[in-house]
């Protein structure tokens, strides 16, 4: 029988079914927007009103958000919830630590735990700006969530030895000062349990979790521990919508749970959220992920129009295009795969004066390091006399100087012989030969990027003083992508052609900075990674930057063969995430170009319909496939297709830097068999010598040339 409190609440024929269920396991299936906190919060009242007693009730939640809503829609229907254990994984497993008198060391708040992470990196001269903090605070969350640790980590490859010596020496600092992390709420509860013979065994008879798909293995393995024999599970869940597995969760315990004996299965297949426009094009998608739980998801019914591609010429015009089409009727957001993408965006938001809302994580690009160091030459350029820039890159590219040791000196100098400090610090007494070279050469070369306009000094920096040579020898030596060590300062060379002089953009990302340290109360945008947006909803959503390597991005990918398909599918949820936060408007965006150079769309637009014709930017750009199962259908070809690198020299010994190897030198190159245009190139990399099609790698982004010697392409 449904109660009062039930009835108050329209539930549909899915969702009664759910919330009415016989006991033991149930796993509820539930697409995007089919209501899934209703049907949970649903739930606690029907066991309630069966007579459970709340004592035996867990409900779990991920975010504290989420369990304050549900705590809320409880009390609103029942009057209160006391006697019920409500809340997160870690709030919960600290209540029952505190019920069962085991005592809890300090916690490690979340600002402190980045500064020893930033100290340790430094220890190891590792990158330790904000995104280097992050990665490896996410990569240790993704090894304790699988319940790794650092001593039972068997690594070959340098990068991974420092990361597992890193990793240990966290655990060190955190065990001498008596403190843990979140992460160690969880394994310490789950590591409890299971060394004291489960001593909370049938605490709970009814254990309810939301966002099941979310969960990784010790959290897993905890609540497994905390049901009581004869318990019944309900869990609430979205395997399509499983997004955290750098964290260890994994969308298999959905399914594993679902096929325990005697389990039931309920599917909600209705979305209230969307037009019906905007379910057809997500489950179009999302049919394509292969390890998941068939299921239909249907529209309300509700009219809309069909989900649009935007094919703006750059970033810089897709930006203007989206303020372009802003209205103050309902919510905007603004969604994209990576961080950086939302630096365009941001800066004609902040040059127009429109108020937004950014997480800071994702509005931090001016704070790159990299960007710091471009900037540092270009305040040098204003100010020779800028202490903290001259120490900045006086050994950027390397130069073997010691300017924190000779910075008083020269200041002082300086001032006695009436010249700048940058200048003053080649008349250093006791200086080698070399030394007093290298730094008359600074101090020429900072001042040749005077005259310059802001894109052209950055390119200077970057290939005649020599950035990227550092930047790429900087990556060899620690063992990273140089790609990614360079993509900030590709990025800012975009963002400077926006500006007449280097000042200029200075002065722009100190407005970016205040823009962010003020954020309005009422932002007219939203702007958010996909990730972020999870369980959100928007009555517009700009899907931006959906390019080949960014969606799926091919850092994701960069794993063992055997989890590559794993990769490929979570990269494909992910845009399924992002195109179901949409009520009423969908647009997908594609630039013609990123960060300069031509880029072709991502596969996955492809799979949510658009054809061919509609995705080619141009008559003669050829539609790039990422993915490699996925077979081009053939363009009707008039001729034989343009290369447009087929003009470029190649040389035994040059390098390449590409997408998945990184640097490769070239070894051969010939003519390709029978009538196809282009040449056939043999590069060898550290550890394999592959075979490429030269200018369609090009063409597709696949291959670069080191800039030193790329000039100006795109
Ligand atoms: N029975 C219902 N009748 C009317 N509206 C409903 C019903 N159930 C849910 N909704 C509405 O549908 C929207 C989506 O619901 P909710 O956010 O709870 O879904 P969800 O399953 O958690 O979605 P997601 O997983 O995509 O974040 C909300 O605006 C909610 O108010």
Same mark, same amino acid.
């Given at each position: 029988?449904?109660?009062?409190? !039930?009835?108050?609440?329209?539930?549909?024929?899915?969702?009664?079914?759910?919330?009415?269920?016989?006991?033991?396991?149930?796993?509820?299936?539930?697409?995007?927007?089919?209501?899934?906190?209703?049907?949970?919060?649903?739930?606690?009242?029907?066991?309630?009103?069966?007579?459970?007693?709340?004592?035996?009730?867990?409900?779990?939640?991920?975010?504290?958000?989420?369990?304050?809503?549900?705590?809320?829609?409880?009390?609103?229907? =029942?009057?209160?919830?006391?006697?019920?254990?409500?809340?997160?994984?870690?709030?919960?497993?600290?209540?029952?630590?505190?019920?069962?008198?085991?005592?809890?060391?300090?916690?490690?708040?979340?600002?402190?735990?980045?500064?020893?992470?930033?100290?340790?990196?430094?220890?190891?001269?590792?990158?330790?700006?904000?995104?280097?903090?992050?990665?490896?605070?996410?990569?240790?969350?993704?090894?304790?969530?699988?319940?790794?640790?650092?001593?039972?980590?068997?690594?070959?490859?340098?990068?991974?030895?420092? $990361?597992?010596?890193?990793?240990?020496?966290?655990?060190?600092?955190?065990?001498?000062?008596?403190?843990?992390?979140?992460?160690?709420?969880?394994?310490?509860?789950?590591?409890?349990?299971?060394?004291?013979?489960?001593?909370?065994?049938?605490?709970?008879?009814?254990?309810?979790?939301?966002?099941?798909?979310?969960?990784?293995?010790?959290?897993?393995?905890?609540?497994?521990?905390?049901?009581?024999?004869?318990?019944?599970?309900?869990?609430?869940?979205?395997?399509?919508?499983?997004?955290?597995?750098?964290?260890?969760?994994?969308?298999?315990?959905?399914?594993?749970?679902?096929?325990?004996?005697?389990?039931?299965?309920?599917?909600?297949?209705?979305?209230?959220?969307?037009?019906?426009?905007?379910?057809?094009?997500?489950?179009?998608?999302?049919?394509?992920?292969?390890?998941?739980?068939?299921?239909?998801?249907?529209?309300?019914?509700?009219?809309?129009?069909?989900?649009?591609?935007?094919?703006?010429?750059?970033?810089?015009?897709?930006?203007?295009?989206?303020?372009?089409?802003?209205?103050?009727?309902?919510? =905007?957001?603004?969604?994209?795969?990576?961080?950086?993408?939302?630096?365009?965006?941001?800066?004609?938001?902040?040059?127009?004066?429109?108020?937004?809302?950014?997480?800071?994580?994702?509005?931090?690009?001016?704070?790159?390091?990299?960007?710091?160091?471009?900037?540092?030459?270009? =305040?040098?350029?204003?100010?020779?006399?800028?202490?903290?820039?001259?120490?900045?890159?006086?050994?950027?590219?390397?130069?073997?100087?010691?300017?924190?040791?000779?910075?008083?000196?020269?200041?002082?100098?300086?001032?006695? !012989?009436?010249?700048?400090?940058?200048?003053?610090?080649?008349?250093?007494?006791?200086?080698?030969?070399?030394?007093?070279?290298?730094?008359?050469?600074?101090?020429?070369?900072?001042?040749?990027?005077?005259?310059?306009?802001?894109?052209?000094?950055?390119?200077?920096?970057?290939?005649?003083?020599?950035?990227?040579?550092?930047?790429?020898?900087?990556?060899?030596?620690?063992?990273?992508?140089?790609?990614?060590?360079?993509?900030?300062?590709?990025?800012?060379?975009?963002?400077?052609?926006? $500006?007449?002089?280097?000042?200029?953009?200075?002065?722009?990302?100190?407005?970016?900075?205040?823009?962010?340290?003020?954020?309005?109360?009422?932002?007219?945008?939203?702007?958010?990674?996909?990730?972020?947006?999870?369980?959100?909803?928007?009555?517009?959503?700009?899907?931006?930057?959906?390019?080949?390597? =960014?969606?799926?991005?091919?850092?994701?990918?960069?794993?063992?063969?055997?989890?590559?398909?794993?990769?490929?599918?979570?990269?494909?949820?992910?845009?399924?995430?992002?195109?179901?936060?949409?009520?009423?408007?969908?647009?997908?965006?594609?630039?013609?170009?990123?960060?300069?150079?031509?880029?072709?769309?991502?596969?996955?637009?492809?799979?949510?319909?658009?054809?061919?014709?509609?995705?080619?930017?141009?008559?003669?750009?050829?539609?790039?496939?990422?993915?490699?199962?996925? !077979?081009?259908?053939?363009?009707?070809?008039?001729?034989?297709?343009?290369?447009?690198?087929?003009?470029?020299?190649?040389?035994?010994?040059?390098?390449?830097?590409?997408?998945?190897?990184?640097?490769?030198?070239? !070894?051969?190159?010939?003519?390709?068999?029978?009538?196809?245009?282009?040449?056939?190139?043999?590069?060898?990399?550290?550890?394999?010598?592959?075979?490429?099609?030269?200018?369609?790698?090009?063409?597709?982004?696949?291959?670069?040339?080191?800039?030193?010697?790329?000039?100006?392409?795109?």
């Amino acid at each position: 029988m449904i109660s009062q409190a !039930i009835s108050k609440v329209e539930l549909h024929p899915d969702q009664l079914k759910a919330v009415t269920a016989g006991e033991g396991t149930i796993a509820v299936f539930a697409g995007p927007g089919s209501g899934k906190t209703t049907v949970l919060t649903q739930r606690v009242l029907t066991l309630l009103e069966r007579g459970v007693s709340p004592e035996k009730i867990l409900v779990v939640t991920f975010t504290r958000a989420a369990a304050s809503e549900m705590q809320q829609r409880i009390e609103q229907l =029942t009057g209160n919830t006391s006697g019920l254990t409500l809340g997160t994984f870690h709030s919960i497993f600290l209540r029952l630590f505190h019920r069962m008198g085991v005592s809890v060391p300090r916690l490690l708040n979340d600002g402190e735990q980045r500064h020893w992470i930033r100290e340790l990196l430094k220890d190891k001269e590792q990158p330790s700006d904000e995104e280097g903090v992050a990665t490896t605070l996410s990569q240790i969350g993704f090894c304790k969530g699988n319940m790794v640790l650092p001593e039972r980590m068997n690594v070959q490859k340098q990068q991974n030895k420092l $990361f597992r010596d890193l990793f240990q020496a966290y655990e060190t600092r955190k065990k001498e000062q008596n403190t843990w992390d979140y992460d160690d709420i969880l394994l310490a509860f789950c590591g409890w349990l299971k060394e004291e013979g489960n001593p909370m065994s049938g605490s709970f008879s009814r254990i309810l979790v939301d966002e099941f798909q979310d969960i990784n293995r010790v959290q897993y393995d905890s609540l497994q521990l905390l049901l009581a024999k004869k318990g019944s599970f309900f869990a609430v869940g979205d395997d399509d919508q499983s997004i955290y597995g750098f964290r260890g969760s994994d969308p298999k315990f959905m399914q594993e749970l679902s096929r325990r004996p005697g389990s039931q299965r309920v599917v909600l297949s209705v979305n209230h959220r969307s037009t019906d426009a905007i379910v057809a094009v997500g489950q179009k998608l999302i049919r394509h992920n292969r390890m998941r739980q068939e299921k239909r998801l249907i529209g309300m019914g509700r009219a809309g129009k069909e989900p649009t591609l935007l094919k703006p010429s750059d970033e810089e015009e897709e930006a203007t295009k989206i303020i372009a089409s802003l209205s103050d009727e309902g919510k =905007t957001g603004v969604l994209y795969r990576t961080s950086t993408q939302a630096r365009a965006i941001i800066d004609a938001l902040v040059r127009e004066g429109i108020p937004f809302s950014a997480s800071m994580g994702d509005a931090l690009f001016y704070r790159r390091w990299q960007v710091k160091d471009i900037f540092a030459y270009l =305040t040098l350029a204003q100010n020779p006399n800028d202490l903290d820039a001259i120490v900045r890159i006086i050994n950027k590219p390397k130069r073997y100087l010691f300017g924190e040791e000779w910075i008083d000196t020269a200041w002082n100098l300086s001032r006695k !012989i009436n010249v700048s400090v940058l200048e003053a610090l080649p008349e250093l007494p006791g200086l080698e030969t070399y030394q007093k070279k290298n730094l008359s050469q600074l101090a020429l070369q900072v001042k040749s990027l005077c005259g310059l306009g802001a894109r052209e000094a950055i390119q200077e920096i970057r290939q005649r003083i020599g950035y990227d040579r550092f930047l790429t020898a900087y990556a060899k030596d620690l063992g990273q992508e140089v790609l990614s060590l360079l993509e900030p300062v590709e990025e800012l060379t975009v963002a400077a052609q926006s $500006f007449e002089w280097g000042i200029d953009l200075l002065e722009h990302a100190d407005r970016v900075e205040r823009a962010l340290r003020e954020p309005s109360p009422n932002p007219r945008i939203h702007l958010m990674t996909f990730h972020k947006a999870k369980g959100l909803e928007f009555d517009r959503v700009f899907l931006i930057g959906l390019h080949a390597m =960014t969606i799926p991005h091919r850092r994701s990918l960069q794993v063992a063969d055997h989890r590559k398909n794993a990769a490929w599918e979570e990269e494909r949820r992910l845009l399924y995430v992002g195109m179901t936060r949409a009520k009423r408007e969908l647009t997908l965006s594609i630039s013609h170009t990123r960060q300069g150079r031509r880029v072709g769309p991502s596969p996955f637009l492809k799979e949510i319909g658009f054809d061919d014709d509609e995705i080619t930017l141009k008559e003669d750009q050829d539609t790039f496939v990422a993915n490699p199962h996925y !077979i081009p259908s053939r363009r009707k070809e008039k001729g034989q297709p343009q290369l447009r690198f087929a003009g470029e020299e190649l040389t035994i010994g040059t390098t390449l830097i590409h997408q998945r190897w990184g640097e490769g030198e070239v !070894i051969a190159f010939e003519p390709l068999e029978g009538s196809a245009p282009g040449r056939k190139v043999a590069l060898r990399f550290p550890h394999e010598t592959v075979s490429l099609h030269y200018e369609l790698s090009r063409q597709l982004g696949l291959i670069e040339r080191m800039s030193t010697e790329s000039g100006e392409e795109g």
